[in-house]
């Protein structure tokens, strides 16, 4: 793998570093420590100028109108987009765009005029549920959503719990068991409209991350045409877990764009102050959380850039995912409480971003599959057939 | 947790009285107790929910009554508030509203829709 960036690659990082600093960074200091949102006319500002540097909708295929970056690239712009407060679960406040539901983009016609084309003209936003109350890690088996068959549709009653973005949404994809068979091959993706009778969210789920929070849905005969079938009958479990390979990468590298920020703000910091009449940058113990921070980076992001290359070189990118997702995910919270701690009392208070990060990148570690179910697939990849 | 805040409400000054700095969400009600805003005490509040109930109080006009929850997720908790509010009356708390010519605040223009529980 080359690890030296073109030179197109250093100048569209330097143009996203200086678009996260001159326009975001000025404006989150003005929002509540929990803002998840930018004032509608600052985001359609900072829209208009993403669109002008010809990079909004970063992750939509050219095809579909969206600029054509290598996944490398976008990674890395990925990276430098996390840089700030809110830069976890909400890059630059979402003024890059998105692909919204990426599925959407193997959808029938019909479905693509209904749902995806509305998505990417930022009219329509979509929900990913897949996790129930009976489990996240092993989705395949612990679905009880069912939907039943009834001439051209299909009714669905059950729930699902911890899914993002739901109350907003305008549709959303809704996994259910349509077959007798306890595993993967009883699943089908359904497009579901959030105004269909018997649709509910019936709760915001409050944890540590308070912006972008979770809800609980519930389906009482909710009716869905046939027609809003994602996919094959009994064979939407592949495309939850197409899904959910691929959004490991960019979820690496929002870790991996933090950690880098708080690294910084603690090498500016150190040399600075001063206890028991030297700086703290003189002690050992500082140096080597410092030191132990850029070994951390460097790994997550090494491993990141090599699943993005495999995945651009169109090979199998599985194992070099779950790396990516499960590295970046603990040397991110590893990185960020360093820094807490050398920031002292700072490193807590709500002044400073670490106290968001702390608490967001802990749910890192847990969402899109937790660390023992990345260990799981890797395992499984290495160890292949003789496990299954 | 119930999801709407069913805490008794006390009367403005008792209210001012009680409070003390913490983060967390608020409900100013009229003399009918009818709920006409909704707010809350984030990482910016200098004196937390005492300061903003203390400044709500001042500047809702119809404020006679408050009630309050000590709550470090006060953003999603608070845009729950807000979500129950629209569910149960179609619109917003009119002290929420934005007066017109006003800047609509990032996390009521995007606000979702809830169908609560209980
Ligand atoms: C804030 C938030 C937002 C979320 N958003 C969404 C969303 O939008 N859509 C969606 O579908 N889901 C969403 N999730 C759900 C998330 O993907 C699940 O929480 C996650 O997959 C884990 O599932 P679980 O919570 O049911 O834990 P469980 O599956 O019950 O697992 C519990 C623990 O056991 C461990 N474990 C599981 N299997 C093994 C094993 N074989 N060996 C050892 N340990 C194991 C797990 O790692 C975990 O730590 C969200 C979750 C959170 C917290």
Known sequence: MNLQLTEEQELVIAMVRRFVREEILPLELALDPDAEELAPEDNARLIEKTKAMGLYGLDIPPEFGGPDIDLVTRTLIAVEMAQHRGGLYVPCYGTFGGAGLAQLFEATEEQKERYLFPTLRGEKKGFFGLSEPSGGSDPARAIQT????????????????WISGADKAQYGLVFARTAN????????????????????VRRVVHTLRSARYATELSFEDMRVPASNILGQLNKGFAIANDRLTKQRIPYAAGCIGVAIKAQEMALEYVPQRETFGAPLSSRQSIQWMLVDNEIDIKQSLWLTLEAAAKAQRGESFRKEAAMAKLVATEAGGRVVDRCMQMFGGLGVAKDLPFERWFRE??????????????????????LGSSLR | MSTRLNKEWLSAQTAVS??????????????????IFVGYAGGKSRFGLKGEVSEALQRTSGAAFA??????????????????????????????????????PGEIATLGQLRPAG
């Open chain 1, 146 to 161: 069912k939907a039943v068959q009834d001439g051209d549709d299909w009714i669905i009653n059950g729930g699902k719990l």
């Open chain 1, 181 to 200: 068979d306890k595993g993967r091959d009883g699943v089908t993706c359904f497009i579901v409209d959030t105004d269909t009778p018997g649709f509910s």
């Open chain 1, 361 to 382: 990148m802990r749910i890192r570690r847990i969402g899109e599959g937790p660390s023992e179910v990345q260990r799981h697939v890797i395992a499984r990849e290495l």
């Open chain 2, 18 to 35: 009680q409070l003390s700095g913490n983060l967390g969400v608020f409900q100013l009600a009229d003399e009918s107790k009818r709920i």
């Open chain 2, 67 to 104: 009630r309050w929850e000590v709550n470090t997720a006060y953003m999603s908790r608070y845009k729950e508030l807000l979500m129950i509010h629209l569910h149960d009356y179609g619109q917003l708390p009119e002290a929420n509203q934005p007066s017109p010519g006003e800047s609509v």
